[in-house]
Each structure stands twice: as structure tokens, then as C-alpha cells.
T-cell receptor
Framework: SQTIHQWPATLVQPVGSPLSLECTVE??????LYWYRQAAGRGLQLLFY??????ISSEVPQNLSASRPQDRQFILSSKKLLLSDSGFYLC????????????FGDGTRLSIL | KNQVEQSPQSLIILEGKNCTLQ??????????LRWYKQDTGRGPVSLTI?????NTKSNGRYTATLDADTKQSSLHITASQLSDSASYIC????????????FGAGTTVTVRA
């Protein structure tokens, strides 16, 4: 069966520090991968998606970047965190095509001090 | 701009009672609509998917309806249980768009004994 792992579960970082959140998927190949941010009282905001290794599309301009060094690994990064980067970050995967659902990880709660 | 509006924002119900959540959308062209359940501190999990030709679909005590003409959907929870306490998110997908989803802000349901 397929599983998605996202870590860390919680993270507290000072303003200006770097960030690296990792997401890995098991049990499937060539998945579409997604990074979302979820703010309280608002819908999930798509940050990045990837349809293959090294292929990254950004949805909104921001202080973050994403990379996909391996087929089932998706990394969210920042060189210098801002206070506004605080939030709940979710990674998801989906089989390409058809009406397959997105499968979400359990998220990372990021707090910037 | 594609939008998904959910109501109510939150509700409290007694264990064993029923409730109905609403979702209105403007996404076009429409492909499908999913309801997700998100437990606190976890990632969303798909409950049901509704395509253009479907009016009603059940998953256990959850029943989703879709009126594609009025662009409205509902999620009915029957005989609520404490484990139904969660956020319920309506997600609409555009036709011919594999990655672009529109998320509602969710309805937070609290079931009390």
C-alpha cells in the first residue's frame, strides 16, 4: 500500500533562519507531488507541484522554493524565513490522470519567532 | 476566479444527531467535487467524489449530494459520533486540469456527548 511521510511534525524557527521540510512517498511510482499551506479559516493554498524529477511549478511568488531530487521525494525550502511563513504545511501525492484523490501527509506546524 | 464557499463555518451537534454541510462553487469547467475530512493536526482524507452526472453518493454515515446546475453540494452526516468531530473540506477540480484544485475553507464540526 502507498504511504506518505512528512517531517518534522512541528518546527519552531527564528526569523531569518533556513528551512527544509521533507516529504517522501512509498508504494507508488511517478506520482504528482504537491506542497500546500493551510492558514486558519482559509482553504489550502497550493504552493508548488511537480509531475516528475526536477520539474517544479510554482503557484504563488513567495519566500519558499521546492525541489524533487528523487521520484518520490519532495522538499520545501527557504533560505531566510519570514514571520509570514508561519503556518501548517501539507505535502500530498496523487496518481497522474483520472479522478484519483490527493493523499495528504500529516503536515508540519511551522512557527516563526 | 474559481471559488469554493462553505457554510456554516462551524457547528456543534449532540452525539446521535444529524447535520448537513453546504458547499457552493464557481469553478468552471467542472470536473469533480470531493469532500475531505481533516482531523485536528492531520492531513485531509477523501470521503467521497462527485462527478457531473452523479446526484447522490454515500460512504457509510456520510451522504454527499451534487446539483451541477446550481453548483451546490452538501454533505450529510447521519447519527453523528464523537469521531466525526473534524473539519470537512469541499474541493472542486477543473476539467482538463490535473493539478489545479479549489479548496473551501472547511466546516468545523464538533460532536458532543
Amino acid at each position: 500500500s502507498q504511504t506518505i511521510h512528512q517531517w518534522p511534525a512541528t518546527l519552531v524557527q527564528p526569523v531569518g533562519s533556513p528551512l527544509s521540510l521533507e516529504c517522501t512517498v512509498e508504494g507508488t511510482s511517478n506520482p504528482n507531488l504537491y506542497w500546500y499551506r493551510q492558514a486558519a479559516g482559509r482553504g489550502l493554498q497550493l504552493l508548488f507541484y511537480s509531475v516528475g524529477i526536477g520539474q517544479i511549478s510554482s503557484e504563488v511568488p513567495q519566500n519558499l522554493s521546492a525541489s524533487r531530487p528523487q521520484d518520490r521525494q519532495f522538499i520545501l525550502s527557504s533560505k531566510k524565513l519570514l514571520l509570514s511563513d508561519s503556518g501548517f504545511y501539507l505535502c500530498a501525492w496523487r496518481s497522474p490522470g483520472g479522478d484519483q484523490p490527493q493523499h495528504f501527509g500529516d503536515g508540519t506546524r511551522l512557527s516563526i519567532l | 476566479k474559481n471559488q469554493v464557499e462553505q457554510s456554516p463555518q462551524s457547528l456543534i451537534i449532540l452525539e446521535g444527531k444529524n447535520c448537513t454541510l453546504q458547499c457552493n462553487y464557481t469553478v468552471s469547467p467542472f470536473s469533480n467535487l470531493r469532500w475531505y475530512k481533516q482531523d485536528t493536526g492531520r492531513g485531509p482524507v477523501s470521503l467521497t467524489i462527485m462527478t457531473f452526472s452523479e446526484n447522490t453518493k454515500s460512504n457509510g454515515r456520510y451522504t454527499a449530494t451534487l446539483d451541477a446546475d446550481t453548483k451546490q453540494s452538501s454533505l450529510h452526516i447521519t447519527a453523528s459520533q464523537l469521531s466525526d468531530s473534524a473539519s470537512y473540506i469541499c474541493v472542486v477540480r477543473e476539467r482538463s486540469n490535473d493539478y489545479k484544485l479549489s479548496f473551501g475553507a472547511g466546516t468545523t464540526v464538533t460532536v458532543r456527548a
